[in-house]
């Protein structure tokens, strides 16, 4: 198994630093059509992965597989309005959020690693953590139902606070720089909107590992799907940049997963509820609330 870990993710970083130095060098405006070509590439990727699951592992381990990666993108792409909305409002250049995105999505990996180890650690130790995780996925989809017009405000990010005290940051953008020398070391304000984007996404984990932990148990299926999704957010963002309107009901489906996935581990002692059907459940609210999105545009306020 250990080779598994070794060889995906070296696929993982070579197709990182292929991206980021071989397709985004110099760094670029990314449009539309490469957006959508990137996105499908990451998407079709996914699945044949799941493929060799499927044959490596049974249909069972790669329906969980599946699962996870539907649930972790349909957070994530929920979680990328989020991101749009921190860049408008640190005014970050389109040149550069890519490679903001980029090293992001690095560290996001990092943490999701660490938060898979040690959610399936505590939940193996102490299973009583199942009904805490089940409980806040629950309070998560009911807080969900009513955020669409909460209001963003970066500048109270603690961990934005805390660094803006330990290290003096430059008054403009200088290029793509996160750091540079004025007399000493200066924080430029890209490196900012990185801190902003790792924090938030470290309280989106939040919800998002404990959704998929509730499908599998399985660390290398649980890492594979929450990396296959979180891969394919950098080029997914640019498609739904111009799209901010388009599914405006999305975050109600988002809703109905996280009760549903918090109330399955709440009931995992005396209900087994069969992963077939867990899918179903979860592309069915998605499609539900992106198909409503369609067919009844929202109305542009006055």
Known sequence: MLLFWIVFNLFVLAMLAFDLWVFHRPAHLVGFRE?????ATWVALAIAFAVLVYFWRGREAATEFTT????????????????????????????YQHKVLFWGIVG???????????GIGL????????????????????RLFGEQDAA????????LRLFRKWLPVTEDYEGDKFLVRRGGLYAT??????????TT????????????????????????????????????????AGMMEAFHYLHYGLSAVLIFIGAKMLAAD????????ALGVVAGALAISMLASILHPQQEKT
Do not use: Q
């Not at 996870?68 to 040149?95: C, K, M, Q, T, W």
């Not at 996001?108 to 040690?118: K, S």
């Not at 939940?123 to 009911?142: D, K, P, Q």
């Not at 963003?152 to 961990?159: A, H, I, W, Y």
């Open 201 to 240: 996404d470290l309280l989106f984990a939040t919800d998002s590992i404990p959704a998929v932990l509730a499908i599998t148990l399985n660390a290398f299926i649980v890492y594979t799907s929450n990396v296959f999704a979180i891969l394919g957010l950098r080029s997914m963002y640019f498609v739904l």
């Open 270 to 277: 005396y209900y087994r509820i069969p992963t077939m059907v």
């Open 123 to 142: 939940i193996r130790t102490f299973h009583w953590v199942t009904y805490i995780f089940g409980a806040f996925l629950v309070y998560s989809g009911i």
């Open 68 to 95: 996870g990666y539907i649930i972790e993108l349909a957070l994530s792409v929920d979680n990328l309005f989020i991101f749009l909305l921190i860049f408008r409002f640190f005014h970050v250049p389109a040149d």
């Open 35 to 39: 957006a959508v070509a990137w996105s």
């Open 152 to 159: 963003l405000e970066p500048e109270k990010n603690p961990v």
């Open 108 to 118: 996001a990996i990092v943490m999701r690693g660490v938060f898979i180890v040690a």
């Open 189 to 198: 304000p890209l490196l900012i909107v990185l801190i902003v984007i790792e």
